[in-house]
């Protein structure tokens, strides 16, 4: 099963691990929204990857089930975000899961695009990358590949600034386990797992840090706060940390993931659906079509929206 499909499966199955002993991170900040009502508006979206200087991010924006993906673009120009746009490449196939190299000359991404000669395949995913110049894309989509186990496909490709390409690799039913692809003399080794690797565990979307020092995953089955929080593992000689859940600063008990992080590594970046209960105060007290559509229609209804936080304070405890 393909990390489409399985997500699909957590939004319909909804399965609480929710338990008070767990060892959690502690964060001094909370998530807000990021981008509101410009990039987190109301619009299925998750993802974020950026350029240095965090100057333009890049994100996924999807129907509800994941029947069409597209990849966005917004810049900050100093005093906000820009309205997003559509990259050059997609708006056909389902493009996702971008991710900008060290140096912000490539974007990668995840598509079901069909490969050179061959027919399209629903849900058949590969990784492909194109040329950037600042923001602008200056080249067609490249097939990128990784030398992984035959028959696996990995997902949810992330880079260490070295060039050490993480991701996940999933059998489709009960496991999905967390790679990296080792970068030596401009050859990928062969993938090998992370060492806190556990078969009975269920760890999908890795995002490393740019200096490698730490990873943040998703699990939907480990001992967390809900349905599908976010972990944390740091570096530790030649292996990794037990991983240790990110806390209710960062999840709920609903579904959190899709983890990002700003070019420093201070700031996270991830989706998540908080429905917002609050009751909403109108003009003489009543309410019109035009402002229960605008509500409906924002962060407050529960689609996936991206939140960030600052986790510059998280350490290995």
Not at 279 to 305: F, W
Request: hydrophobic share 35%.
């Amino acid at each position: 099963m393909n990390r489409i499909l399985f997500i699909g499966c957590i939004l319909l199955t909804y399965v609480t691990t929710y338990a008070q002993d767990v060892k959690t991170a502690i964060l001094k900040d909370s998530a807000r929204i990021f981008g509101k009502d410009v990039i987190s508006k109301g619009d299925f979206v998750f993802n974020a990857s950026f350029t240095p200087g965090n100057k333009t991010v890049y994100f996924s924006k999807a129907t509800i089930n994941f029947g069409y993906i597209a990849i966005f673009y917004s810049v900050n120009s100093g005093s906000g975000w820009s309205e997003p746009g559509a990259v050059d490449f997609t708006g056909t196939y389902r493009d996702t899961d971008p991710f900008v190299s060290a140096d912000s000359k490539r974007l990668y991404f995840a598509s079901d695009r069909p490969l050179d000669g061959k027919p399209f395949k629903d849900y058949d995913y590969h990784y492909y990358y194109v040329e950037l110049s600042g923001n602008k894309i200056i080249s067609k989509p490249v097939l990128f590949d990784l030398p992984v186990p035959a028959g696996s496909t990995p997902t949810y490709l992330s880079f260490a600034d070295n060039g050490n390409a993480y991701f996940f690799i999933s059998d489709g039913k009960s496991d999905a386990d967390i790679y990296t692809c080792k970068l030596q003399n401009g050859k990928y080794l062969p993938a090998e797992k992370l060492s806190f690797d556990d078969p009975k565990y269920f760890d999908f979307d890795p995002v490393i840090a740019h200096n490698e020092s730490f990873i943040i995953f998703c699990s939907n089955n480990r001992k967390g706060l809900g349905s599908g929080d976010l972990w944390v593992s740091f570096k530790k000689d030649n292996g990794w940390t037990e991983p240790v859940n990110l806390g209710p600063k960062v999840n709920t008990k609903g579904n959190d993931g899709a983890p990002g992080l700003s070019r420093d590594d201070k700031k996270l970046y991830f989706t998540s659906f908080r429905e917002t209960t609050d009751r909403p105060v109108y003009k003489n007290g009543r309410a019109k079509t035009e402002a229960i559509n605008k509500l409906m229609h924002s962060t407050k209804n529960a689609i996936r929206s991206i939140y960030e936080i600052d986790i510059s304070d998280l350490k290995n405890r």
